[in-house]
């Protein structure tokens, strides 16, 4: 930079930092008045693990603004342990403390439709028979398809051979490049929890 521009000084990663954190504090507390000005207001939320078998819990709200869908992301926790249904709904609890969002303004929570998530739910309100927990319908779709493609056996072998194929293809790079030069087209590789990325 000294050669390119002389007068500009570039921010130390201390400063950097100190400044995002100051951005995200000035926009936590705008995020956080808007919500309390709304009376009902709905979750998602979903467990994910990364290749490195760390597990990740995401929160997303969503409310009506101005007549219009609004959402938000409230966090993406670091799960540091094993995913007890209470563990589940304290941390969900610590997320909503941290929003300042009041139990009582939540009208629905979409999870999947793990026993763990379901009944982390139910912790949270304090009741088993709460109508709050709503099963999310894309995850419903994903268990009824493999069930169907499981109950097929000659559909599950068909899967399962060009599983391997694409897996062979992904580990030898001398097969993927004699691909290419055949094909423009890229092999996907299934993901068993997204029923379309079988077609």
């Known amino acids: 930079m000294n050669v390119t521009s002389p ?104 999870t999947d439709g793990a026993a763990n998530i379901t009944k982390a739910v139910d912790l949270l309100f304090g009741n088993p028979n709460n109508k709050r927990h709503i099963p999310c319908f894309a995850h419903t779709l994903n268990l009824v398809a493999q069930n169907a493609i499981s109950s097929v056996t000659d559909l599950s072998l068909l899967i399962n051979n060009v599983i391997s194929i694409i897996t062979w293809f992904k580990h030898s790079v001398v097969a993927s490049d004699e691909l290419r030069k055949v094909s423009n087209s890229k092999l996907i590789q299934e993901v068993p929890t997204r029923w379309n990325s079988t077609f």
């Not at 936590?28 to 008045?33: A, G, I, R, S, V």
């Not at 490195?52 to 929160?59: A, K, N």
């Not at 009506?64 to 995913?83: F, M, P, T, W, Y």
């Open 7 to 110: 007068n500009f000084k570039i921010p130390s990663r201390r400063d950097i930092s100190r400044r995002l954190e100051g951005k995200y504090k000035l926009f936590q507390d705008l995020f956080k008045n808007e919500l309390n000005k709304v009376k009902y207001i709905s979750l998602t939320m979903d467990i994910w693990t990364d290749i490195h078998t760390q597990s990740y819990l995401g929160v997303t709200v969503h409310f009506e603004k101005n007549s219009k869908l609004a959402s938000g992301l409230l966090g993406v926790i670091d799960l540091q342990e094993r995913h007890t249904s209470q563990y589940i709904a304290d941390t969900l609890n610590e997320v909503c403390k941290q929003w300042d969002i009041s139990l009582e303004n939540i009208t629905a929570i979409v």
